[in-house]
């Protein structure tokens, strides 16, 4: 068989998602693959969207006060969102949800579900990371709040699915879940994969900027002030959200694309440096794990302007991107 490209794009986790492998395999087995990895994507969203109301997440949120069995991956996405939430200080913060309610973002936003019944949290409080009780098959959260794996949980999906790819004998793969990427290996003609950047000022474009990846696990997140789709909301808003004010965060960066070993470390990391703004986003991040960054801003007089660092994120207009991102 030669080496070929094959892709599949769907809708699920809100936006959509395609899948991407470079591979000699058979045709068979290549169906097999994709159909695993569809599986993964959506038993995940069933399991983990607050949206639906007999999600695994939503069910443990109408327990809380109350130790809560839970399944070995809600135990696995709960801990590497504490574990985040502990390295940000708490900037990064999965008990946001009733402050993003409040700011606005309680529908879905996948087109024809933006009408769906949906859990109320707006009544309910925001804490820190340390009143997450995780034990070895429960977990449990104080009564009167609730989480929202939004922040971290695409990312996590992404690292997984990678791990999952990682077993099998394929020449290279790119995975875009929204606005979360993760990518290994070579494209078909033996390339490194290139990624290309979803503009700010132009979100159906892309900029000047791309992204060489290293042929080992690397994984990229975009986040953005964009206000998202299916929310009928009149005053300025979007749903980055800034845990000292719990309201939408009062920032410079428009977009901010981050690349680093795990996706979920990058999808954590792109939505605090939103929070922190251009003057003191570029530090934090490299203090955090970021490989590279491009945080596209705009100034008081609104004028637009570029902050970059890292070596993978290079100046170049590509005429056949890999992918490109999308607002997470």
């Given at each position: 068989m030669h080496i070929r490209r094959l892709s599949q794009t769907k809708l699920a986790l809100g936006s959509d998602i395609t899948l991407a492998i470079v591979t000699d395999m058979s045709s068979v087995a290549a169906d097999c693959l994709f159909m695993?990895?569809?599986?993964?994507?959506?038993?995940?969203?069933?399991?983990?969207?607050?949206?639906?109301?007999?999600?695994?997440?939503?069910?443990?949120?109408?327990?809380?006060?109350?130790?809560?069995?839970?399944?070995?991956?809600?135990?696995g996405l709960l801990s590497s969102a504490k574990k985040m939430s502990i390295?940000?200080?708490?900037?990064?913060?999965p008990f946001i949800t009733p402050a993003l309610q409040k700011a606005g973002y309680k529908k879905s936003a996948v087109p024809g579900y933006e009408h769906d019944d949906q859990m109320d949290y707006t009544p309910r409080r925001v804490v820190g990371i340390e009143r997450l009780e995780i034990g070895n098959a429960w977990a449990q959260i104080p009564y009167g709040t609730a989480l929202d794996m939004g922040g971290i949980g695409k990312g996590y999906l992404a690292d997984q699915l990678s791990v999952v790819l990682n077993r099998h004998s394929i020449h290279g793969y790119w995975l875009s879940l929204g606005g979360d990427i993760v990518a290994k290996g070579v494209d078909e003609n033996g390339n490194k994969i290139r990624l290309d950047i979803q503009s700010a000022n132009n979100l159906v474009s892309t900029t000047d900027?791309?992204?060489?990846?290293?042929?080992?696990?690397?994984?990229?997140?975009?986040?953005?002030?964009?206000?998202?789709?299916?929310?009928?909301?009149?005053?300025?808003w979007h749903h980055i959200i800034d845990p000292e004010t719990q309201k939408p965060a009062v920032?410079?960066?428009?977009?901010?694309?981050?690349?680093?070993?795990?996706?979920?470390?990058?999808?954590?990391?792109?939505?605090?440096?939103?929070i922190m703004g251009s003057d003191k986003a570029s530090l934090f991040l490299k203090q955090h794990g970021a490989k590279s960054a491009l945080l596209q801003?705009?100034?008081?007089?609104?004028?637009?302007?570029?902050?970059?660092f890292g070596r993978n994120i290079k100046k170049m207009k590509m005429?056949?991107?890999?992918?490109?991102?999308?607002?997470a």
């Open positions: 695993e990895l569809w599986n993964r994507i959506f038993i995940f969203e069933k399991c983990f969207s607050r949206f639906l109301l007999m999600s695994e997440l939503t069910t443990f949120n109408r327990s809380s006060g109350i130790k809560s069995a839970i399944s070995p991956e809600f135990k390295e940000t200080n708490d900037l990064y913060n900027w791309i992204i060489n990846c290293p042929e080992k696990n690397f994984a990229v997140a975009t986040s953005g002030t964009f206000r998202r789709k299916g929310q009928d909301i009149s005053q300025k920032t410079d960066i428009r977009l901010a694309t981050v690349c680093a070993d795990t996706c979920e470390r990058a999808d954590v990391l792109a939505s605090c440096a939103i801003c705009i100034d008081e007089k609104g004028t637009s302007f570029d902050i970059v005429i056949n991107p890999v992918g490109v991102f999308q607002n």
